[in-house]
């Protein structure tokens, strides 16, 4: 599961009695009930990753933050579902991690 905000990977975590999937740009996702024994299989993979996830890096590229005229932007690439869409390139603002996206 990938947020549709910024792209990351989102991370489970427990509120309640619910299992919700968050993201640390403020993205949560409540899952659907039916979706209980799939779910416990995203939680397991989801922690997997997390731990990669801890010590990935972005690099640092010269993008402009349209929130804080910030010149510096952690960057990535990410491969869209479709095939045929070209892949996206997501930039991070590291000084008020505003997220955005750009295509190709
Ligand atoms: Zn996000
Ligand atoms: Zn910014």
């Not at 005229?69 to 095939?83: H, L, M, P, S, V």
Request: with cysteine; glycine share 4%.
């Amino acid at each position: 599961m990938f947020c549709p905000k910024c792209g990351a990977i989102l991370r489970p975590k427990e509120k309640g009695t619910k299992r919700i999937l968050y993201c640390t740009c403020g993205f949560t996702k409540e899952p659907k009930e039916e979706a209980g024994t799939e779910l416990k299989e995203t939680v397991q993979s989801n922690k997997k990753i997390e731990v990669i996830e801890q010590v990935e890096i972005h690099p640092k590229v010269r993008a402009r933050c349209e929130k804080c005229q910030n010149t510096i932007a952690y960057f990535w690439t990410q491969q869209t579902r479709g095939a045929d869409e070209p892949e996206t390139r997501f930039f991070k603002c590291t000084k008020c991690s505003h997220t955005w996206r750009e295509y190709s």
